[in-house]
């Protein structure tokens, strides 16, 4: 990386305000309604509208689609900022940023100018539908097809773990379209809500992020505009992959927030709490804990941030350091969030406390965009080729 490598990502002015401004933001909108949200596993509208409202839902759209051009860095604090106060919501910028990625980077520019100035506004969401029930990790092997008609694009098939289904208007949708040529036969498309054929199934019922609807989407006969189609036939995979290479680190800024919302909790409680006449801050083999978590968040920051420099230049080593950054990052979030409960004794199992949302929230970062077992052998791949 360079002696340099912390250099690239010091932090401008505009991103530390940026950071506060969102901190914010999440302390007086985000933060007091995460447990209700969690609770009652409704997607939480408002705290949308508040995101709109100080433009931080979509802050990545170019200035040309009328968004504010921000680079991979501040998405990241965006992202990092809101899951600190809440997992749920933080997939609000964190999949817009993914359903969007695709068409920033192979769509035509017909098809940026139809999408992104509504993903800009904050009028419409946009998903993301890459996996099937039995195409997971291999999602080369889908079944969802699409078939050129005329002027249109007809699709079949399902799309399972869909995030903010039902709640976005456009989904980016990989297709097959020639079943001879493997992954060089899978294409993307943008599908609107409003296109026939397309339909909505029920909410899965999850262990965290419940704020935030995860179903599966149904095409049948759906059919929408040629001009839909991102890029050339037979190129979406690539496209896939490449996206995964911008938005992996994002989950990564995601379970960066988890963790330091659960650390930040557990280090207010251990200077508080007292045991045996001693606050807990003062018994070293706790006072060890809370240095293990510092540093592993620490680390994992750098990591995170040092994958979005990368993404910002375009460097052609990012596949391998946005799934590091993903997966020590989400193992971090996972180990200090457990951590975090282990600190609050049995009121931290509770759900008077947020460490425990916290811990189911973390789960899933080391689950989708590629679980940490797919990612390590993504790494792996690219350090042995």
């Known amino acids: 990386m360079g002696d340099d490598s912390f250099d690239q990502y010091r932090l401008s002015e505009e991103q530390q305000m940026l950071r506060k401004a969102v901190r914010q933001l999440a302390d007086d909108h985000i933060a007091p309604r995460a447990a209700e949200v969690d609770q009652k596993a409704e997607f939480p509208y408002d ?75 904050g009028e419409a969401m946009i998903s993301y539908a890459l996996s099937e029930r039995e195409a997971g990790s291999d999602a080369a092997s889908m079944r969802t097809r699409a078939v050129r008609d005329g002027d249109s694009w007809v699709l079949n098939g399902t799309k399972a773990w869909i995030t903010n289904a039902g709640v976005s208007s456009w ?13 060089n036969g899978i294409s993307a498309f943008v599908v609107h809500k409003d296109d026939p054929g397309f339909s909505v199934g029920a909410k899965e019922r999850k262990l965290g ?51 330091q919302g659960a650390f930040d909790a557990a280090c207010d409680y251990v200077k508080q709490r007292q045991q045996f006449g001693r ?70 199992y509770t759900q008077d406390f947020p460490v425990e949302r916290m811990m189911r929230d973390a789960k899933i970062t080391q689950i989708y965009e590629g679980t940490n077992q797919i990612n390590r052998m993504v790494m792996a791949r690219n350090l042995l080729k």
């Open 171 to 183: 989904y980016t949708v990989m297709a097959v379209t020639d079943p001879e040529k493997g992954a």
């Open 47 to 121: 705290v949308r509208d508040a995101l709109v409202r100080a433009g931080f839902h979509a802050v990545f759209v170019p200035e040309a689609y009328g968004g504010l051009g921000a680079d991979a860095i501040s998405s990241c604090i965006v992202v990092e900022e809101v899951a600190r106060a809440c997992a749920s919501s933080s997939l609000i910028p964190a999949v817009n940023k993914l359903g969007s990625q695709p068409i920033i980077l192979s769509g035509s520019e017909e098809l940026k100018q139809q999408v992104l100035p509504s993903i800009a506004s």
């Open 279 to 348: 606050r807990l801050a003062d018994f070293q083999g706790l006072q060890f804990m809370v240095a293990d978590m510092g540093m592993r968040i620490e680390a994992a920051r750098h990591l995170v941030y040092a994958a979005a420099g990368r993404a910002e230049r375009n460097e052609p080593n990012l596949t391998f350091t946005s799934s590091a950054a993903k997966v020590f990052a989400s193992d971090t979030a996972m180990s200090v969030t457990t951590d975090a409960v282990q600190l609050f004794g049995g009121a931290g």
């Open 209 to 259: 992020i419940k704020g935030s609807p995860t179903c599966e989407i149904y095409f049948e006969d759906c059919t929408i505009p040629a001009d839909r189609i991102v890029g050339e036939p037979g190129t979406g995979f690539k496209t896939a992959l490449r996206t995964l290479d911008h938005t992996r680190l994002t989950i990564g800024a995601q379970a960066l927030g988890i963790a």
